[in-house]
């Protein structure tokens, strides 16, 4: 698989280093997806009863369902002024700083980043914000860091407002979105969870299904 920002990354040991986009080519998306069993007609008949009984179904998507889709899942916020600068916008920019830059990775990790030695990533340039030369970071949440409050408390009203709650895509392992599932276990909602492999809250869901997002959910009647 190739990975591209107008760069070609190959592989060593050393840092994990994010790649902001990539072009993939038909079944590269196995790279990025990890083994699951084959469907069971069951567990679908299941999930398609679970939906079908759920008037107001809250839906919390992860990292899983954006892997399979090819969502491009963030845009780029500068530390200090707050501007937000799209992927692609960005892209041109390292292209531009690091036109002869290049390097290979032996693997990818789940999210996309690669793994490059010190030696690999010791010329490469980094851009700054355009508006004020500030710091950059993908505008999203990762571990140890904080939500906005008004977010949090706008999706705490929303899963109270809800009869059940699917999760689809992601392990729960970050306490940002485990907190929701915490409260759906208060409010006694019956909770859904699709992803391959154990989750945080795989004791707390009374349907759980081990299979890829991308094969099943087509499978599942929306009405």
Request: glycine letters at 8%.
């Amino acid at each position: 698989m190739r990975m591209s920002l107008g760069l070609t990354f190959r592989s060593a040991k050393g840092h994990w280093v994010e790649n902001v986009s990539w072009q993939h080519s038909h079944g590269s998306i196995e790279s990025f997806v990890p083994p699951s069993p084959p469907l069971d007609p069951q567990k679908v008949k299941e999930l398609q009863r679970f939906i079908t009984l759920s008037k107001r179904l809250f839906v919390m998507t992860g990292a899983g369902i954006s892997t399979e889709s090819g969502i491009p899942d963030y845009r780029v916020l500068c530390l200090d002024c707050g501007e937000q600068t799209p992927r692609g916008v960005l892209q041109e920019r390292f292209q531009i700083l690091n036109p002869a830059w290049s390097a290979e990775a032996h693997g990818v990790a789940p999210d996309g980043d690669v793994f490059l030695s010190d030696e690999q990533v010791r010329s490469f340039q980094v851009p700054s914000c355009v508006r004020c030369g500030g710091p950059l970071k993908p505008d999203v949440v990762f571990f140890g860091d904080t939500v906005n409050r008004d977010k949090v408390d706008f999706v705490h009203k929303r899963v109270k407002e809800a009869d059940s709650l699917l999760v689809v895509g992601s392990s729960l392992q970050v306490y940002s979105g485990y907190r929701f599932i915490l409260t759906a276990r208060e409010k006694q909602l019956p909770i859904a969870i699709l992803n391959i492999g154990p989750t945080r809250s795989d004791d707390l869901a009374c349907l759980k299904l081990n299979s890829r997002c991308g094969e099943l959910l087509p499978l599942i009647d929306p009405y």
